[in-house]
C-alpha cells in the first residue's frame, strides 16, 4: 500500500486548474481564480479533519490546524505554500507521466515532438533514473511550483492524522495567492496564523534548503523626449529610446543575470517600449549583501541624477521600491529552525543542499513580518515554463521531511 495514495492524484487534479496570477491587476488576489482554487482547499482541509479552517476575506489566505498530540510544551509549527503558478501559460494543463525514467531518453513532450525535454539540454534528468516523472505536454506549465508543495503538505498532515503514533506539537498550515507577482506576502497575517517557525514548501531538487535570498527592488524608467522631424533635428530632438540605450549602457556589462551566478547580483532590464517622444523601461536590481544592494540603488538613481544635470531639465524619472530582503538576516537570529530542517533530512538519508536563493520565496517577507520562514525542496525542476517537471519520488520524500520535521520539535 502506497504511503501518500492521494498525493499524485491530488498533483493532477490541482495543476488542471488555472490558478495564474495576474501583474497587471491591482485586487488582492490578482484574480479571482486564485480564489476559486483556495476555496477548493479550504474544503479539502476541513473534510480532512482540521480545526479552525478559515480564509481571510480580504487576502484569501486558507489558514488552518492540526492540534498537538503531545502534553509536551513545543512550539508551533507551519507549513505554507502558495496556489498561483507563473506568468506562462496555464490553461488545459495535460500532465503526461513517464513511468521508470532511464535517466537518459529524450521524452517527447507533444505529439509532433517539437519539445522535448532532451538530458543534453537539461543534465537534470540524469538525475531521476528509475523515478517516475510527471512532465507537460509541451504547451502549457505544469504548476509544480508550487502546487507540489500544496499537495504535498496536505498528504503529510493526512498521513499525521492516521499515525496518532507520531508524536507532533500544534501545526499549521498556510496556502495563499500571488507569490509569483511578489504581492501575496504583503497580506500574510502572522498573529492570525499563530505559529512560532514556519517553512515554505516551494523549494527545487530534492535536498533543497534555503534561509537565504536576494534583496530585491523594482524600478520603472521614464524618459520624455523631444520629437521633430529627423531633417531639423539637429540641437532639438531628443530621442528618448536613445537616451534609454543610454542610460542602460551606463550600468554595469558585469552586473547582468546572464553574466553572474551564486552570489553576485545584477541589474535586469525586462521590458522597454518606447517611440522618440517617450519611453519606459522596466528594471529588477538584486543582491544578496544589503549594503552592496543599497549601492546598487545609489548608482542606478545617481546615472539618472547625472543625465538629467547634462539635460539642463528632468527628463529621466525613475520609480523604484523594494520588493523584499534577503530572509537570512532574520532567519539566523533562530538558526534552530534551519538546523532541524537539516536534520530531518539527515534522518531520511537526504543530503541537504544548502545554499542562497537566486530570487525570493513568500518565507523572504513572513520573516521579515516577525516569522522565521526558511524554504524546504517541493521538487520542481525547470520551473515556469513547458519544460517543468517533478518527480513522484522527490514528492513522496518532501512529506517524509515535513513529519520529519514535526517529530523532531517536539522530541527536541
Known amino acids: ?55 481571510n476575506e480580504k487576502t484569501a489566505y486558507v489558514f488552518a490546524t492540526l492540534p498537538a498530540n503531545t502534553e509536551k510544551k513545543v512550539p508551533v509549527v507551519g507549513f505554507i505554500s502558495h496556489v498561483d503558478t507563473a506568468d506562462f501559460n496555464s490553461e488545459n494543463v495535460n500532465p503526461q507521466i513517464v513511468k521508470n525514467y532511464d535517466g537518459k531518453s ?31 505536454d509541451g504547451q502549457t506549465l505544469l504548476g509544480s511550483d508550487d502546487k507540489s508543495g500544496v499537495a504535498e503538505i496536505i498528504s503529510a498532515l493526512k498521513y499525521l492524522i492516521y499515525h496518532p503514533e507520531i508524536k507532533h506539537g500544534t501545526l499549521k498550515v498556510g ?8 504581492t501575496g506576502a504583503n497580506h500574510f497575517y502572522v498573529k492570525d496564523f499563530g505559529a512560532d517557525f514556519a517553512y515554505t514548501v516551494d ?32 540641437g532639438i530632438m531628443v530621442n528618448a529610446i536613445q537616451v534609454a540605450m543610454d542610460f542602460h549602457s551606463q550600468l554595469p556589462d558585469f552586473e547582468r543575470p546572464e553574466n553572474t551566478s551564486d552570489r553576485q547580483g545584477f541589474f ?25 544592494f543599497e549601492d546598487k540603488k545609489r548608482l542606478f538613481k545617481g ?46 538519508n537526504i543530503k541537504p543542499h544548502v545554499f542562497a536563493v537566486r530570487g525570493g520565496t513568500d518565507g523572504s517577507k513572513i520573516s521579515f513580518l516577525g516569522l522565521p ?3 524546504l525542496f517541493a521538487g520542481g525542476e525547470n520551473m515556469h515554463g513547458r519544460f517543468e517537471f517533478v518527480s513522484e519520488q522527490t514528492m513522496q520524500k518532501a512529506c517524509d521531511v515535513i513529519i520529519e520535521i514535526a517529530k523532531l520539535y517536539q522530541e527536541k
Do not use: C, W
Open 1 to 55: 500500500m502506497e504511503k501518500y495514495p492521494e498525493l499524485i492524484p491530488n498533483f493532477l487534479k490541482f495543476v488542471k486548474i488555472n490558478t495564474r496570477s495576474d501583474p497587471d491587476s491591482t485586487t488582492v488576489p490578482s484574480s479571482p481564480r486564485e480564489t476559486v482554487f483556495l476555496d477548493q482547499l479550504k474544503d479539502i482541509l476541513t473534510d480532512l479533519g482540521l480545526l479552525d479552517v478559515h480564509s
Open 106 to 136: 529524450v521524452i517527447k513532450l507533444d505529439k509532433a515532438g517539437q519539445y522535448t525535454l532532451d538530458p543534453k539540454v537539461f543534465p537534470n534528468l540524469k538525475n531521476y533514473q528509475g523515478d517516475t516523472l510527471i512532465t507537460t
Open 175 to 182: 496556502f495563499g495567492p500571488d507569490e509569483e507577482i511578489g
Open 203 to 234: 523549494g527545487g531538487p530534492l535536498g533543497d534548503l534555503n534561509y537565504e535570498t536576494f534583496n530585491a527592488a523594482a524600478a520603472k524608467v521614464d524618459i520624455k523626449g523631444t520629437d521633430v522631424h529627423p531633417s531639423d533635428a539637429k
Open 268 to 292: 535586469h532590464i525586462d521590458s522597454f517600449k518606447g517611440t522618440v517622444d517617450h519611453a519606459t523601461t522596466s528594471y529588477i536590481i538584486r543582491d544578496h549583501d544589503r549594503d552592496r
Open 303 to 348: 546615472i539618472a541624477a547625472e543625465m538629467n544635470k547634462k539635460f539642463g531639465q528632468k527628463r529621466i524619472s525613475i520609480d523604484m521600491y523594494d520588493q523584499y530582503y534577503n530572509m537570512g538576516e532574520i532567519v539566523m537570529k533562530n538558526p534552530s529552525v534551519v538546523e532541524i530542517a537539516e536534520t530531518a533530512m539527515q534522518n531520511l
Open 373 to 375: 520562514t526558511p524554504n
